[in-house]
């Protein structure tokens, strides 16, 4: 990549101009959190009327079945249509010569935050149907965007891993949902530390480390990527 | 070449055929009877699938590197013997824990992992089955080859860093083994024996998919216009021809 222009927008400019880029399409769209959100909280109030209404059951598995439906209506989020670049559109980001790490970080940054609305639009079904207990809800302010940011960005590698092919939307969530098997961990145990009194120090850390090792592949995988497509 | 292949089949007819004898004449465990001897089948498919996945990891690093066709090639191959060794490990460990942990799954770290590693795997060969082109798909079958393998330490640590109903390595850590030197020798016996099967396996399905792209290749050159061939040449011969 030869070195940037005086004045040109830096790394970090290009990837925050790239993510809003995706926002405004997603607001156009309206797809996460018009179709996604209200499709995960149908599921959320589908569990309880095939598994039994009965409360303290309910109360017990409230918090895993809110981070199962954000981890599987999550990846739909990520694989969202108005988050697919026509050819055209590929090739002019590439172009512009902006690094392909770049534009996928770009992207994950934009998947973050519907991942973290989508999660808050669904937060409070699951509070209400479910009635989990809420001690120790200030642990899910790290929590709610370490999962958002780690789910955005396994979906953005496999988004890249799948550009153009016919059954993206099916084998998308099918690389990455068993990946972010620790995001699930670290998000259900840390819940579960919380109600038994502990600080949950070490699924936080956990959190944080599949976070930076996803953004790492990323990062390191984007260029060949870029030559595949 | 052709000589080599025989003989590699014949080695492994012939080391699965010991393996076998050695397992049903081991001595049988002290509180598990001869359904101990399912492990002589169990361990070394698991361990197997794990050194598919590391071929298949390598390839791929170096099919990034060097870019070369058989690296794409053996990569495949791996993934697809090890899906195989992986979904035998299961389906055995799962016939052994019904009589002796009275049920045929349980949730046990070691058994969620490597029924992830499956799915992973599975993804892998999905990836590539959806991707026509050659280059691509060589390409990002490749990158994903590379992240998939970190599953597989994941799976193999599992029963140390959440120790559960699984038991942890006996064979596989630091020290003397913690297994009855006899059962020991027939089990590294199979595990000769698998790996055998294993490079049988692998040579055939790469070279499968040297003829499927062969294939490939032949059927392109046939239907493929050449070109200028929308243009007619004149026909000049027939045209004398019919002037005498």
Known sequence: ?229 | MRSLSRHLTTVAALAMAAGLVAALTAPPDQLQGNLQRLMYVHVPAAWLAYFSFAITFGASAGWLWKRTVRLDRLAAASAEVGVFFTGLTIVLGSVWGKPVWGVWWTWDPRLVTTALMFFVYLGYLALRRATADPTVRARRAAVFGVLAFAQVPVVHMSVIWWRALHQPPTVLKPGDPSIDHWMLAVLMLNVLAFTAVYAVLLRSRIRLAADEDAFEAAQDAATNDLAGAAVTAPDYGRKAGHGV
């Open chain 1, 1 to 229: 990549m030869s070195p940037p222009r005086a004045g040109a927008p830096g790394p970090l400019e290009q990837a925050l101009e790239i993510t809003r880029k995706d926002l405004r399409l997603e607001a156009r769209a309206g797809e996460a959190l018009l179709v996604t959100a209200p499709f995960g909280a149908v599921a959320l109030l589908l569990v309880p009327l095939a598994v039994g209404t009965d409360v303290p059951l309910l109360r017990s598995v409230g918090s895993g079945m809110y981070w199962v439906v954000v981890l599987l209506f999550g990846v739909l989020v990520t694989f969202r249509q108005s988050g697919v670049d026509a050819p055209p559109q590929v090739e002019l980001l590439r172009l512009t010569g902006i690094h392909p790490a770049v534009q996928l970080l770009g992207r994950a940054g934009a998947n973050a935050v519907l991942l973290l609305a989508f999660e808050l639009a669904v937060l409070p079904v699951a509070v209400i149907v479910y009635d989990p207990p809420l001690h120790g809800w200030p642990w899910l302010l790290p929590v709610l965007p370490g999962v958002a940011i780690g789910l955005a960005v396994l979906g953005t590698l496999a988004g890249a891993l799948t550009q153009g092919l016919a059954g993206r939307t099916t084998l998308g969530p099918l690389l990455v949902v068993p990946l972010a098997l620790p995001l699930l961990l670290a998000a259900t145990q840390s819940t579960e530390a919380t109600r038994y009194g502990r600080t949950p120090w070490n699924w936080l850390a956990l959190l944080a480390l599949v976070d930076l090792v996803a953004a790492l592949a990323v990062v390191l995988s984007a260029r060949s990527l870029e030559e595949g497509s």
